[in-house]
Structures are given as structure tokens and as C-alpha cells.
């Protein structure tokens, strides 16, 4: 059985080393008939296995040193010029298809560019609701259904609810065992912040099957070792996309620990499971409209809010940092929404505007990061 | 026939007057999106407010920097769109033009222009503790019926939800001749560009520009129809400065609207920018739909920032035709991301076709982001190549 320092290196060299990755993913089982991207919470990926395709979440670094003088204007934001690039340089060329969100402007700058230069792999948009509401159900689950048939025409599987049920209760078990994973974390420092996102961060890329065995592994190993080290201060992080593991890692150097964190790639991508019983693609819909929402999606104000008061109020902070990646709008917004109410409740929050690739973090942000934890070792 | 002027001076007036009313009378006020289906709302009695309409007006009387600033955004202000830092701007700001726009009591936005407005509106309603109403377009739909009764069924939502907050009921018959109206409208409004489609012009394109606002704000009515039939009737002749043998721009996208005559650069009779196909983008398909909310489904999902990209290209290549353009000046708004996606693109198939494009990067609305310098540069070299 592997170490668990040897899982979680896995799970970092996922994330940012795009040679390895790409060597995993040429190795993946022969079962499947192709791996299909995707970008953002909002595309279900039990519908993509059930279809017998390799769902893989668009995250990461790439190679872009082919890269082509090309780019997309600014204010575009840093993830989606990052990835422009890469398919420039034929990062992508190994995917069967690519799925696009309806989210926010800078992927429809991207999608659009797509269909103009990039071509290959071919795209699809899922067009989700964005108000996330009971009368958009329905809706969703008609797009989801038109989604499936797409998938199974991409890869020649036809599957029936018995086999997407299978797949489902995967999923499921995958967001079980990481709400465990983020329970665990609020009273135990076993396993660091920055650790716990590499490790949430390399499931959107691992097998299915692996991915659950590494998570029990983990799991299992830290309630063996529970531990609780109170000198550390206990901080959140919050934003889009944050797979900068070299970032929480130093964040966290400073004597501080990540105990939650409202990002892309973490706690909002296993919040809720799938119900299993009655009309599968409707029950898909609500787990994917109800869960804990992005800034993309139109959401209940009222009910968004007093959730999260609650949820900042259980954790006992000492901080919260927004890492948001330049010119991403939404999560601009996100945090000007959830300012006023975290200093309200008394937390100290920093906002680290970064650029998605920018793997050195600035002199300027580190000394932000340093005195920012000291002032919170000091409250 | 009375005068577009005087039309549109009543146009502008009863527009800032019926807010500023409506809070005295207690009538409801909603704050609105640029292509949000307000004929549904003028039908159940509520005031539009437009908040894109009103950065427009502050940024054209040169207050943009001055409410940015006091927008307090500090660094984001290089992440956002400029009409939603001056109206965020508008909290901070004392020398508001017309005194500001009304207090709403809810908000309506859509995204069928960019996602921009949704998120905007989401922190106005959560500062404001106002109800949001959102209108999701996932597509510009054709024959998708699945995504068109998805948005009918949003508009019934919309019906209750602002039944709900107004105890007003939707007058179907008000709903038909405001539909009838912005049918009429638009088809005027085509027209009026139409006096430019052969040389010499009949109309300057920053005049066509400032024709908008009541497009926008008078939606619906026969006043507007009026305006641009008295606009049409008063330029039925070429414009003195305007000769057979200009060169012939395109301006595509956002005009810079804090620059007195809206577009940069010295246009003389030797290159003319004929027309700003922003403007176009305003001329909805109302004829194409069941019943009046079907025609309003049609006519709101098939905005010009909705389409699909090849769809904008074509459409620009047509403009490109039938105005007989010699060259297009491309305006990278960095205001508006949603408009962005389309100008490298569209320069590579317009060059394709031998027209060639310039890129200008600026801003709609904040003049920070706007250099006299480079662009007046950039235009210059344009007419180079044009000239060659």
C-alpha cells in the first residue's frame, strides 16, 4: 500500500506538473472510449462515465512553450488565457471532446474562440439554467437528458438509468468521503490545508475507483492520527479555481492552516449528493442547482447569506484570504458580497488578486500573507 | 411636423421626470438591463430605470472619473465594466446630472448582453435589500423549443414576480401596442441608418448614436416612432461636410461615449465613419413569434451578444456590404468581455474579404482607459493603408 506521502505527492505532481499528467492519463484503463474536458462544477460528470468517457476537469498547468503568438484580450481572465494558450500549443490534442458551461463571460470569450480557431477536440455547450430555482428543475433536467444523448453518440455507449445509478453512487461516495475529509479537517491538523486541496484538486483528474481508494486511505490514516496543533491560526480560503498548491503551501509556512474553503476545486464541488431513487435526470438538476453555489449562478441572497454566516461562525477563524485570479468578474463581485458580512462578524479578510500560472508568488503578496497571519496570531 | 429635436428633449425629460415621479406617487420602479423585455413591464405599470442608460449620460458629460473613483472599487477598477463602477459610483457622488436616478424597488436584469449585469444587479439587490429578478437567454434560440418555453416560462415567473411586489396586473392590450410600437420603432430605426447606406451621407454616425437613448427609454411608445420619422423626414439630403468619394468606415462595437462626437480620430470628407453597427445591434426581430410573448422571447434571445460567432461575422459582413464599407475601425471595449470575443476574428474574415480592419483598445465609458495619443496614431496608420 502506497504512503500517504506518496499519495499526496501524486496529487501534486497532477496538478502541476503537465508531463506527469499527461503520462497518467495516456495510461488510463482501456474500459473507457476517450477522456472528455470539461470546464466548472455545473457539468455532471456521472453522465459523462455512464457514457463510458473519461471525465477530466480542465485544471492545472500546462506546456505552452509552442505556444503561438496568439492571445485574447484583456480583461479576460488569467485562467482562460492560460488555457487559450495551451490549446494553441495542442495541450488538448489527446481529448475526445470538451464540454463548456453556461458561466461567465471570459469561458464564452473562450468557447467562442474555440469554435473559430481551436476546433479540435470538438466542443459542446451544456446549457444549464443559471437562476438556481425550483422552475429551472425541469428545464435543466430536459438539457441534461439532450446532454446524455450527445455523450453516448461521442462515445458509442448507450447506458440505462440502472448503469447511470451506478455511476452516480460513485459520485456520491467520492462527495461523501471529501465532506468526511472537510469535517475531519475543522478540529484535525493532521493533513495540512494546502495538502487537502492538492488532494480534493488531483480527484477531478484520478480515476474514479483510485481516487475513491486513495480518499479512504487518507481518511482512515488521519482519525488513526488525529491531531490537533492550536498554535496554528486558523484561516479560510476563498475564490474561483485555486489548484497554486506552492501558494496555500507558503500561506500555511507562515504558521497558519487552511481549515475550509469556499473555492471551485473544493468544498462546492462535493457539497450535496445525487438522489437515487425517482427520475435520475431531475435529481441530477437539483444536486447540481442546490448545491453550494458558484458566483456564476443566481442564487436565493437571503439564504446564501445565512448560510454563510453560519457555516464562518462554526469554524472559529482567524482569517479568511480571497484568492482570486485577475480579471475573474464574478468572483469579484462574490467577494464584494461576502466582505461586508466577514467583517461584520469580525474576520480579517486579504485579497490576493493572482494570475492563474503565476507558480512564484510576488515578494509583495508574500509580506501581505506574513503580516496578514501575524495580525491574526495577535487577535 | 414638430422637430426630432424637440421630440427627443421631450423624450429625455419625460423619461428623468416619470422617475422622479414615480417615487412621489408611489408608482413602482424597477432598474433594468439594456435588453430586458420592459414592454412586459410597461404593461403592468412599472417605471424602467435604465443604470447603463444613466453611466452613459454621466460618462458623456465627462463625471465617469470623477464616480469611479468614488465608486471606491480601487484596483478593481481594471476587472469591471465601467457602467456598473459609475453606478456603484452614484452611492459616493454628490453632483449627480439630473439629480440621479429614482430609488428602485426591484431590479429585472437578463443575460443576454453579458453576464456582467446579472452580477452586477446580484450585489445592487443585496446592498439595496431589494428584490432580483433574473432572465437567463442561455442561447439566441430559433427553433429550440425546449429553451424557447423555458424562457416563456420565465416571463410567466417574471409576471408573478412582479404581480407580487406591485399587486399590478399585466393589460394585455397595453402589451400588444407596446409590442406594436417597438416593431415600428425598430423598423424605423433601420431606416434611419438606411439614409447612410449609399454616398454621400445623409447623417452623421455620432448622430445616429445620440438618436439611442430613446430606443431605450421610451420603449414601446409612439413617441419614439415619431422621433424617428421626424429624424428620417429632416435628413433626407447629404450632409454638407459629406462627399461621393469618402472612404467608407465601419465602426464596430461601443462607441467611447465621453468623447464629444462618440468616436476618436479626425474624420474629414476624405474618410467618413458611414455607421457604428453598435447601434444595429438595438434593432430587435419583434415579427417573429406566435403571440406577443412569443415575439418578445424572439426578439430579446436574439441579441447581437448572444449570438454565436459565426453568426456575428456573417451579420458584420453584411453590414459590410450593403453600407458599401471600404474599412473597419474595431473598438476591443475593455468594459465588455462578452464583445470582446468577436474582434479578432471578425478583422481575420473581414481581411479575408479585402476589407481591411484596425483594432482600437479603449473603453466605452471610462476615459482612463482611453489615449489620444496611440489611437489617434493607430487611425492615422489605418488611413495609410487604406489609402494605398
Known sequence: MPTIQHLLEKCKNLISKPDYRRA??????????????????????????????????????????????????????????????????????????????????????LR????????????????????????????????LKVFAVEMKKESGVDFTDAELKKTIDKYNQTRGLLRQLYDMRKTNTFL???????????????????????????????????????????????????????????????????????????????????????????????????????????????????????????????????????????????????????????????MLEIEHAGLDTSERDLLRIESFIEIAKRN | MESSKSILAKIFAEYYLSGAQAGKDKQPIAYVTAFTPVEILRAMDVICMYPESYAVVCSASGKAKEMIHSSGMGSFAQDLCSYSLIDFGTEHYE???????????????????????????????????????????????????????????????????????????????????????????????????????????????????????????????????????????????PNDASSIDSVRLLWHGYPMWFLAKKFPGDFDEEFQIVLDDY???????????????DKLITAYSNTYLNWPIYKKIDWVGEVVKEYAINGVICHANRSCRRALADIVPLRKELSKCGIPAVIIESDMANPDFYSKEQVNLRIESFRDTLRT
Open chain 1, 24 to 109: 497518467y492519463l495516456l495510461d488510463i484503463p482501456q474500459k473507457y472510449q476517450g477522456i472528455t474536458g470539461y470546464f466548472s462544477n455545473y457539468i455532471p460528470e456521472e453522465i459523462i462515465a455512464a457514457a463510458g468517457l473519461y471525465p477530466l476537469r480542465i485544471i492545472g498547468f500546462w506546456n505552452v512553450s509552442k505556444s503561438p503568438q496568439r492571445s485574447l484580450f484583456n480583461p479576460v481572465c488569467s485562467f482562460v488565457r492560460d488555457v487559450f494558450l495551451a490549446a494553441c500549443s495542442d495541450e488538448f490534442s489527446f481529448l475526445r471532446n470538451i464540454v463548456f458551461p453556461n458561466s461567465c463571460d471570459s469561458l464564452k470569450v
Open chain 1, 112 to 143: 467562442q474562440m474555440w469554435e473559430y480557431e481551436i476546433k479540435k477536440p470538438k466542443a459542446y455547450t451544456l446549457l444549464h439554467p443559471i437562476n438556481a430555482d425550483d422552475s429551472s428543475v425541469q428545464y435543466f433536467a430536459n438539457q
Open chain 1, 192 to 350: 495540512a490545508g494546502a495538502d487537502a486541496v492538492a488532494l480534493m484538486t488531483a480527484g477531478l483528474i484520478l480515476e474514479r475507483d483510485e481516487y475513491n481508494t486513495m480518499l479512504r486511505q487518507i481518511i482512515n490514516e488521519a482519525l488513526r492520527n488525529h491531531h490537533n496543533d492550536k498554535n496554528l491560526k486558523r484561516i479560510m480560503i476563498m475564490g474561483p479555481l485555486t489548484d497554486n498548491y506552492a501558494l496555500l503551501d507558503k500561506i500555511e509556512r507562515f504558521g497558519a492552516i487552511i481549515v475550509d474553503d469556499d473555492i471551485t476545486n473544493g468544498s462546492r464541488y462535493c457539497s450535496r449528493d445525487v438522489e437515487t431513487t425517482g427520475d435520475l435526470y431531475e435529481n441530477i438538476a437539483r444536486r447540481y442547482l442546490f448545491a453550494d453555489p458558484s458566483p456564476t449562478l443566481n442564487s436565493s441572497i437571503k439564504t446564501d447569506e445565512k448560510a454563510f454566516r453560519r457555516r464562518i461562525a462554526e469554524l472559529d477563524l482567524q482569517g479568511v484570504i480571497y484568492i482570486n485570479q485577475k480579471f475573474c468578474e464574478p468572483h469579484v463581485h462574490n467577494y464584494l458580497a461576502k466582505l461586508g458580512i466577514l467583517k461584520q462578524s469580525g474576520i480579517n479578510v486579504l
Open chain 2, 95 to 237: 453632483k449627480l446630472p439630473f439629480g440621479g436616478l429614482p430609488e428602485p424597488d426591484m431590479l429585472i436584469a437578463a443575460n443576454n448582453q453579458c453576464s456582467t449585469t446579472f452580477l452586477w444587479f446580484k450585489l445592487l439587490a443585496q446592498k439595496k435589500n431589494i428584490p432580483l429578478f433574473i432572465i437567463d437567454y442561455p442561447i439566441a434560440v430559433e427553433d429550440q423549443t425546449s429553451i424557447r418555453e423555458y424562457i416563456a416560462r420565465q416571463y410567466e415567473s417574471l409576471i408573478d414576480f412582479i404581480k407580487q411586489h406591485t399587486a399590478h396586473n399585466l393589460n394585455a392590450q397595453k402589451l400588444s401596442e407596446q409590442v406594436t410600437y417597438s416593431t415600428k420603432a425598430c423598423d424605423l430605426w433601420l431606416k434611419v441608418h438606411e439614409l447612410n447606406k449609399r454616398a454621400p451621407i445623409r447623417i452623421d454616425a455620432y448622430k445616429i448614436v445620440d438618436a439611442l437613448f430613446p430606443m431605450i427609454a421610451a420603449k414601446g411608445t409612439k413617441r419614439v416612432c415619431d422621433y424617428y420619422e421626424a429624424l428620417i423626414s429632416e435628413h433626407q439630403h
Open chain 2, 279 to 293: 447601434t444595429l445591434w438595438w434593432n430587435l426581430d419583434y415579427k417573429s413569434g406566435k403571440d406577443d410573448i
